[in-house]
Antibody, heavy 117, light 107 residues
Framework: QVQLQESGPGLVKPSETLSLTCTVSGGSINDSYWSWIRQPPGKGLEWIGYIYYSGSDNYNPSLKSRVTIPLDTSKNQFSLKLTSVTAADTAVYYC???????????WGQGTLVTVSS | EIVLTQSPATLSLSPGERATLSCRASQSVSSYLAWYQQKPGQAPRLLIYDVSNRATGIPARFSGSGSETDFTLTISSLEPEDFAVYYCQQRSDWPLTFGGGTKVEIK
């Protein structure tokens, strides 16, 4: 069974870069597409983007200018880099496996990132 | 982008009752729609994919139906563990989008 675990700072200052890492266990990072999804407190879900082991990626246009999702196959990890953050980026960030038909079948537990000075 | 509108926002029901949740798409998504369940403090869990296919381990009391723009998730008889928030998600077009959610609460 694939397991995912997010890690990274829980507090980021405005205008700085939010960086999170997702560690995949119980499966190879070469076996799926890997996504980030976020959920502002008390609100709904927003897909941020995905990376595939081949290097192909796709991002939500609403965030595309500020986001990258790097992949480290040697560590079975992928990351999220979101630049120039504001309070509107405060959310629980989930990493998830995006299966071959673009549904999310495995999720991390989520990590709350607060943007505040 | 495709907007998914879920209704009602909140559904108040008793255990044993039938729950009917709606998801409407701003344009056709064909049969490319999934449903997720999210409990407080937990990640969402995939319940149904491609309208009516239950994910691994999902009980038969959960069923999905619909096509094009109108979809329904039905829980035939609510169990105590089914009280949660439910989201629909489309994979017909980029970006992938979710509905705003329906909270099923205990009456």
């Amino acid at each position: 069974q694939v397991q995912l675990q997010e890690s990274g700072p829980g507090l980021v200052k405005p205008s700085e870069t939010l960086s999170l890492t997702c560690t995949v266990s119980g499966g190879s990072i070469n076996d799926s597409y890997w996504s980030w999804i976020r959920q502002p407190p008390g609100k709904g879900l927003e897909w941020i983007g995905y990376i595939y082991y081949s290097g192909s990626d796709n991002y939500n246009p609403s965030l595309k200018s500020r986001v990258t999702i790097p992949l480290d196959t040697s560590k079975n990890q992928f990351s999220l880099k979101l630049t120039s953050v504001t309070a509107a980026d405060t959310a629980v960030y989930y990493c998830a496996s995006q299966n071959g038909v673009n549904y999310f079948d495995y999720w991390g537990q989520g990590t709350l990132v607060t943007v505040s000075s | 982008e495709i907007v998914l509108t879920q209704s009602p926002a909140t559904l108040s029901l008793s255990p044993g009752e039938r729950a009917t949740l709606s998801c409407r798409a701003s344009q056709s998504v064909s049969s490319y729609l999934a449903w997720y369940q999210q409990k407080p403090g937990q990640a969402p869990r995939l319940l149904i994919y491609d309208v009516s296919n239950r994910a691994t381990g999902i009980p038969a009391r959960f069923s999905g139906s619909g096509s094009e723009t109108d979809f329904t998730l039905t829980i035939s008889s609510l169990e105590p563990e089914d009280f949660a928030v439910y989201y629909c998600q489309q994979r017909s077009d980029w970006p992938l989008t979710f509905g705003g959610g329906t909270k099923v609460e205990i009456k």
